[in-house]
C-alpha cells in the first residue's frame, strides 16, 4: 500500500467528563442523565483476566490456538468470580465489558458471570468480545435489555454460513450485538458478502489492520461497508487530551490491579483493597489506535455517535 500523509487533527469538541464527580470548574452538563456511559455515578470496567487461550487460529493474532493448562483455567475462573461478586455489591451503576485475551465464552464461567450480572438491577451494560464460536443457548436466561456482544468474523476460521446463522439466531432473539472485521486486503470481499446478508439493523464495524497504511480509494472501499471506518483509519493523537479513562471507565486485571486502561501501564491502586479511587487525568499516550480505547477519548466525540451503544459498539442511529 502507498502512504498517505499523517492523521489529520482528532474531529470533535472536548465534552465534561461524566465521572463519579463533576467540579463546577469543569461545567455541568444540562444534558438528560444518561443510563450507562455518562451517568453520574456510573463506573465502566473493561475487565481482562489471566485468561490467553482461543479456539481459532487467526494469522494476525497472537494468542491464536493457544491452550491454557488447567491451573490457568483454575485462576481465570476465581478471578473472574471474585470480580463477579464484586460487581455484584456495588452500591452505584456499574457497566462491564469483558476483553480477553482469547474467546471467553467457550468457557462456562464467562457465560454464567454475563447471565448473572445481566440480571442485577444497578449493572447497566455487561457484554464480551466473542468470535461467536459457542451456540447461543446460554443466552435463554439472561436480561437481553442488559447484555450485549462485540463479534468479530474471521474469515478462515469459520465458515460463512454457519457465522452467519450465528448472527441471524442472535437477532432473532433479540440480542443486542454488532458484527466487525479487520480490514485485511483479503477480507474485503467476505466483509461486502457480510454486509449484505446481515439482518437489518446489525452494525458492521471494520478494525484497521494493525500497521497498515490505506490509500483514500482503499479507505473508501471499506467506508462503503462501515461508514465510521474514518475513526480506525488513524491512530489518534491523544497525549494531554481529556479522557474519561481513570476517572469513568478503567482496566482491571485478574489480580484486581487497575489500571486507566488496557494501553497505559501505570497503576491505580486494586479493586479489592481499597487503594483505588477514580480520579481524572490527561492521556499520557501519544497516540491512541484501538477503539476500546479512543472511543472513551473525550475529543473525539464518539460517546454521542455510540450513545447507548458504547461497550457494544453500537452506533447511537442503531441504539434505539
Known sequence: ?????????????????????????????????????????HL???????????????????FAKRRDDPEKLRRDRAALERFAAWVTGRDHPVSVLFTPWGEGLVRSWYRRAMVELSRLPHVRRVAIQTNLSRRPGWLDGADLDTLALWAT????????????????DLSARG??????????????EPARRLRADLPEGVYLWVNAAEGLIY????????????????????????AGMPCRTGESVVSVDGDGTVRRCHFVPETLGNLYDGTFRPRAAPCPAAVCDCHIGYVHLEPTGLYDVFAGGVLERIPARLSR
Open 153 to 168: 468474523y474471521h474469515p478462515g476460521q469459520v465458515s460463512y454460513g454457519r457465522f452467519l446463522d450465528r448472527c441471524r
Open 1 to 41: 500500500m502507498t502512504a498517505v500523509p499523517g492523521p489529520p487533527d482528532v474531529p470533535g469538541t472536548p465534552g465534561v467528563s461524566p465521572g463519579f464527580t463533576v467540579s463546577a470548574a469543569r461545567g455541568v452538563s444540562t444534558a438528560p442523565t444518561p443510563r450507562g456511559p455518562g451517568e453520574p455515578g
Open 175 to 188: 440480542v443486542r450485538f454488532s458484527v466487525g472485521v479487520v480490514g485485511l486486503p483479503e477480507h474485503l
Open 44 to 62: 465502566t470496567v473493561l475487565y481482562r483476566g489471566p485468561l490467553a487461550s482461543c479456539d481459532y487460529d487467526c494469522p494476525y493474532c497472537p
Open 215 to 238: 490509500t483514500d480509494e482503499e479507505a473508501a472501499a471499506w467506508t462503503a461497508i462501515d461508514p465510521l471506518f474514518r475513526h480506525s483509519r488513524f491512530p489518534h493523537r491523544s
